[in-house]
């Protein structure tokens, strides 16, 4: 039972264009999401954080959009350029039941062309 | 630079040779965790330490162990592997679990089982 998918396995955007990447999950219980980035022969590396209360968050190039009732956020990266080139992977967390315990999605590839 | 750091990179093993993993860390965290993450597949979190205190996941296979004998390492032992437990396996550290905390991934060890 997948409880948090990414429905695209790849995306492929042109270098100043926006990326928007998706995620929707299932566990009313989330609270907490995150966006992980990963290169080749890498760990997945934090790239921003949005807690339930909130339904927009911001850093630099990179915004989460929240939205609860249809249990989706996305991950906007504008402009986009080609060192974001890498998996990005969707993550939640329940903090009330699991703590930091965290549910992946299954990744999508972002390809920023030159 | 404190850091996640996970040795091997590659490992082989044979189809039932007991294998180790081991991963140590240098940001003083008090938890540490373990995932498997197959081809394409969403990282899985096997199991967890905070502090000395071990939390299996309910689907992790009785196969897989793991081992904290002090805060910067942690080693996840594999009785006997079999080909289906060839995966990218990723150790992340956080400062604590009750409240939910952004994980700090070392790059994996891919396990090949031959």
């Known amino acids: 039972d997948q409880q948090v998918k990414q429905n695209s396995p790849s995306l492929s955007v042109q270098e100043g264009r926006i990326s928007i990447l998706n995620c929707d999950y299932t566990?009313?219980?989330?609270?907490?999401f995150l966006w992980y980035k990963k290169y080749p022969a890498e760990g997945p590396t934090f790239l921003i954080s949005?807690?339930?209360?909130?339904d927009k968050n911001e850093d630099g190039r990179f915004t989460v959009f929240l939205n609860k009732s249809a249990k989706h956020l996305s991950l906007h990266i504008v402009p986009s350029q080609p060192g974001d080139s890498a998996v990005y992977f969707c993550?939640?967390?329940?903090?009330?039941?699991?703590?930091?315990?965290?549910?992946f999605g299954e990744g999508t590839q972002l390809t920023v062309n030159p | 630079d404190a850091m996640v750091i996970q040795n091997p990179r590659y490992q082989v093993t044979q189809f039932g040779k007991p294998v180790t993993l081991s991963c140590s860390q240098t940001?003083?965290?008090?938890?540490m965790y373990w995932y498997q993450q197959k081809s394409s597949q969403a990282p899985k979190l096997l199991f967890h330490?905070?502090?000395?205190?071990?939390?299996n996941e309910a689907d992790t296979p009785d196969n897989f162990q793991s081992r904290r004998p002090n805060t910067s390492f942690c080693f996840l032992d594999i009785r006997s592997p079999g080909l289906g437990d060839a995966a990218m396996y990723l150790c992340?550290?956080?400062?604590?679990?009750?409240?939910?905390?952004?994980?700090?991934f070392g790059p994996g060890t891919r396990l090949l089982v031959l």
């Open positions: 992340a550290t956080s400062r604590e679990f009750l409240r939910a905390e952004t994980q700090y």
């Open positions: 566990n009313s219980m989330f609270d907490y």
């Open positions: 949005i807690s339930s209360i909130k």
């Open positions: 993550a939640a967390s329940a903090r009330e039941t699991s703590g930091s315990r965290l549910t």
């Open positions: 940001l003083n965290h008090n938890v």
């Open positions: 330490y905070y502090d000395k205190d071990f939390n």
